[in-house]
């Protein structure tokens, strides 16, 4: 027997100053059973970043033709590819080819600092690619992990704010990149 997604439902506002954008959305998560928390609030945070109305996320982890979470224009192209870790090179390739923006967030410490040693001469012919890092402080947003959140965030600059009636974390996240 397969076992099923867990779902998680935000009531986010967004406030970020660097896109001028100011929002409120209804959000549904699916976790996957082999995600865990960690990965499932690193997720909502980075959708937080990229936040529109035709933002989705997708079956992610769950399928290999698909990001964690993109934007579609009306004719189906996709605008924006967004996947958190560590991709190989064949998948970077794959999905520079099929967007026009590729946007890549590394987590996880250690284990993130050594594939961007082993990538960051390999991406530079990617003229359509960003990747950052999220610093291990992201593992705190599981504190706000809960069936039914609402969340507030405030992203000026690199610094994300995401929180609860209750707590509060701020992560900043630095852009690896292009590093201009």
Not at 77 to 96: T, V
Not at 140 to 159: A, G, N, P, S
Not at 160 to 169: A, E, N, Q
């Amino acid at each position: 027997m397969a076992l099923k997604a867990t779902i998680y439902k935000a009531a986010v506002n967004i406030a970020d100053m660097n896109r001028h954008y100011y929002a409120d959305h209804d959000l549904t998560l699916a976790r996957h059973p082999s995600e865990n928390d960690e990965r499932a609030m690193l997720r909502l945070m980075v959708w937080f970043l990229h936040a529109s109305v035709e933002l989705q996320f997708t079956r992610g982890i769950s399928t290999d033709d698909e990001p964690d979470i993109w934007q579609k224009n009306l004719s189906g192209e996709i605008e924006s590819w967004i996947e958190l870790g560590q991709p190989d090179e064949k998948r970077l390739r794959k999905a520079c080819g099929r967007a026009k923006q590729v946007y890549i967030y590394n987590y996880g410490g250690r284990n993130s600092d050594i594939w961007w040693q082993q990538y960051q001469d390999k991406v530079k012919r990617f003229d359509n690619l960003y990747i950052f890092r999220i610093p291990a402080e992201g593992n705190d947003l599981t504190r706000l992990v809960d069936k039914t959140m609402k969340l507030h965030c405030f992203i000026q600059d690199q610094q994300v704010t995401v929180g609860s009636d209750s707590d509060s974390i701020s992560v900043e996240i630095s852009q690896r990149f292009p590093d201009h």
